[in-house]
């Protein structure tokens, strides 16, 4: 038995430590309990919980699927989103493993492929980007880079045998979108759109609580998220490298919050669009935008987006028995979910923690999960394009000053695939 081995091995080995060993080993004649030593249990190794049944239960070891069963993914693009959350995110991955980098900066792809240990033959450019295909290490593709480039290298990636991961936006416009799902569908290979949201764990708790309507049917949606943009130089002010302004940017986590939260899409827009006059770096794409969405089962999202206010990202939920508050919502961290409603006299003001996880790890096993078995992404390609259709609706609508009515779709999650596992 595992427990009688593990007291001769020590009981062996502080024998002969001498005399102090002997008297520790005298101690340790009992057998060590299972609480402390955990078990494997169906290739899980596992502890039983160790704290009395009122405290909140750990969340166990990650149990990680050994190294070389991971999906190996090709990350392209050494910015920002990659260096300070991505690339340490496969850290914390169970099912996924950084294999290789794609990058136009050689001198920062060879220290990055030597923090992770990569050799230099992992390290592509651009130009030899198609080359991933010889390397049966990448299995996947994560591209994060400026939004006009997703197509190309969605496309190419396909093209080249692998399955894509893209960044949101997906692409420039509802029709670039279609055509990286119809690319990667000719191609046979899946492609998901890097909602991080949706496989956050406060995030679904709303979810969850709008869902079973456990106040009460969501009635109004408020979901703001600003930020306070700096040097004008930037890709993310050129229209031809973003697409546009704060909208495609941070507006769509507001847009399609809304849509994730209700499950359904919106029937009609109607939006404005500011913009400081005489500031160059607005002189291409939009400073903040204001849009309401109306779904058919009746629920009103009043959304808000900027690049010129400080930072704030909150989603609250109004239903008939509770307020539903998310602040920090669509940050990377520092979350804090308030449900508001009545206790007897009072008005109480609950306050849930839920342990947090590393969103792009999660991200970045769904997507390794959907390959391991052969299933359709949560937030594939078709959800990216939804979200360009309405924004394009919005634009229209912040241009023309008038509502937009958008095609009625019947059902729940049309664009969605199976709910993440964990
Ligand atoms: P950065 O500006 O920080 O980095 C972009 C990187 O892309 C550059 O460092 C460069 O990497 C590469 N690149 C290649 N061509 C160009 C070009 N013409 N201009 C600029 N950069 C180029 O961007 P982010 O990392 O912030 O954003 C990348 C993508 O990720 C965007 O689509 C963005 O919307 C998305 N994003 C998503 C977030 C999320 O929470 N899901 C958060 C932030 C961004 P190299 O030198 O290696 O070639």
Redesign the pocket.
């Known amino acids: 038995m595992a427990g009688t081995n593990l007291i001769n091995r020590r009981g062996a080995l502080i024998g002969a430590a001498g005399a102090t060993g002997t008297l520790l080993a005298g101690a340790a004649a009992a057998a060590v309990p299972e609480i402390d030593t955990g078990r494997v249990q169906g290739g899980q190794v596992e502890f039983p919980a160790w704290t009395a049944p009122t405290e909140r239960p750990s969340g166990g070891p990650p149990n990680p699927m050994p190294v070389s069963e991971r999906v190996g993914f090709a990350v392209v693009?050494?910015?920002?989103?990659?260096l300070e959350?991505v690339l340490p995110a496969f850290g914390e991955a169970k099912r996924s493993r950084l294999v290789a980098l794609v990058?136009?900066?050689p001198d920062?792809?060879a220290r990055v492929a030597a923090q992770y240990g990569l050799r230099p033959e992992a390290v592509y450019d651009y130009a030899g980007f198609d080359r991933i295909r010889d390397n049966p290490e990448i299995r996947a593709v994560y591209i994060?880079?400026?939004?006009s480039?997703?197509k190309e290298y969605t496309i190419r990636a396909a093209q080249a045998g692998k399955d894509v991961l893209c960044?949101?936006?997906m692409a420039m416009s509802s029709a670039e979108g279609q055509a990286m799902v119809d690319a990667c569908r000719a191609a046979g290979r899946k492609l998901m759109i890097?909602y991080?949201c949706q496989y956050e764990p406060y995030n679904r708790e709303v979810l969850r609580m709008v869902r079973e309507a456990t106040f009460g049917p969501a009635r109004f949606i408020d979901a703001v998220n600003v930020q306070n943009q700096g040097d004008g130089a930037?890709?993310r002010f050129k229209r031809a490298?973003a697409g546009g302004g704060s909208l495609p940017?941070v507006g769509l986590y507001c847009l399609n919050a809304a849509r994730y939260l209700t499950g359904e899409e919106p029937v009609e827009v109607f939006a404005r669009s500011v913009s400081p006059p005489g500031d160059p770096r607005y002189a291409e794409v939009e400073e903040s935008v204001t849009f309401m969405l109306r779904f058919p089962g009746g629920v009103v999202a009043n959304c808000a987006t900027s690049y010129g206010m400080h930072e704030s990202r909150l989603l609250r939920v109004h239903t008939p028995g509770a307020a539903i508050s998310l602040d920090g919502a669509f940050s990377?961290h520092d979350k804090q979910l308030r449900i508001t409603r009545r206790e007897g006299r009072a008005e109480a003001v609950e306050e849930r923690r839920i342990p947090m996880l590393n969103q792009f790890a999660l991200e970045l096993d769904h997507m390794a999960e959907c390959i391991l078995s052969n299933r359709e992404p949560h937030t594939p390609g078709e959800e990216g394009v939804q979200d360009h259709r309405i924004m394009e609706a919005i634009y229209q609508s912040a241009a023309s000053g008038q509502p937009v009515a958008l095609p009625r779709v019947e059902g729940l999650d049309r664009t969605r695939g199976p709910a993440p596992s964990s």
Do not use: F, I, M
């Open positions: 693009g050494l910015g920002r989103l990659t959350e990058s136009g900066t920062k792809a994060v880079l400026p939004n480039l997703h960044e949101k936006p890097a991080r930037q890709w490298l940017d990377y």
